[in-house]
């Protein structure tokens, strides 16, 4: 089965500063990677994804991530952020085959400092 | 296009008491999901069905969970009777398909439960 861990758990950052937020996971398969985004009392919403091909994948609000197959990782970055990119972040993770089921991570939580 | 709709937005209850949960998909999309988000946790995937069949209820505790979706569109999940590690959020998503791991999922608000 597969499985998502994010790294941190808070990243504080001040605005208009660059930002990573970690996510390895792990699978015996290929997987399809994604970003979902929650902003305070919404449901989530779709940042990016990885399909296949160019392993960077560029989203909405200017977030991208890169997919790096030898270190099972799929980092989030964000060259400069912004009062309302404050929100909690989610990687998850799904398969090509077998059981396809979408599994997330904990979360990171990212607060934008002025 | 309207989104994924859920009620009620927040519901107190006792334990051992029972409770609904209603959930509205986007027009024409076959697949719905319902997620528990634990405080802390990401979303972990309770049941999946696809039109009015279900594909994947591993993880349903189905003791006091269960879910159904007549007609292949709203669904109410229920749990009877609740315990105090229900308290979560329950979200409900849905996808055009379903049918392949890359559909991305799109998610209503949820409704935030607390069990006393």
């Known amino acids: 089965a597969q499985s998502v861990t994010q790294l941190d758990s808070q990243v504080p950052v001040f605005e208009e500063a660059p930002v990573e937020l970690r996510c390895n996971y792990s699978?015996?398969?290929?997987?399809?990677l994604f970003w979902y985004v929650q902003y305070p009392n919404q449901g989530l919403q779709l940042l990016l994804k990885y399909l296949s091909g160019s392993t960077l994948v560029k989203g909405i609000n200017g977030f991208e991530a890169e997919f790096n197959k030898s270190q099972t990782s799929f980092h989030l970055r964000k060259p400069s952020v912004h009062i309302s990119d404050t929100a909690e972040y989610f990687c998850?993770?799904?398969?090509?085959?077998?059981?396809?089921?979408?599994?997330f991570g904990q979360g990171t939580r990212l607060t934008i400092n002025p | 296009e309207a989104g994924v709709a859920q009620s009620p937005r927040y519901k107190i209850i006792e334990k051992r008491q029972s409770v609904a949960f209603w959930c509205n998909p986007i027009s024409g999309h076959a697949t719905l999901y319902w997620y528990q988000q634990i405080l802390g946790q990401g979303p972990k995937l309770l049941i999946q069905?696809?039109?009015?069949?279900?594909?994947?209820d591993s993880q349903l505790p189905k003791d006091r969970f269960s879910a159904e979706r007549l007609k292949g569109v709203d669904s109410t999940l229920k749990i009877q009777p609740a315990k105090l590690e229900d308290s979560a959020v329950y979200l409900c998503a849905s996808s055009p398909r379903g049918s392949g791991g890359w559909e991305t999922q799109y998610f209503g608000p949820g409704t935030r439960l607390l069990v006393l």
């Open positions: 069905f696809q039109n009015n069949g279900v594909v994947d």
């Open positions: 699978s015996s398969v290929s997987v399809y």
């Open positions: 998850a993770v799904n398969t090509l085959q077998g059981a396809q089921k979408l599994v």
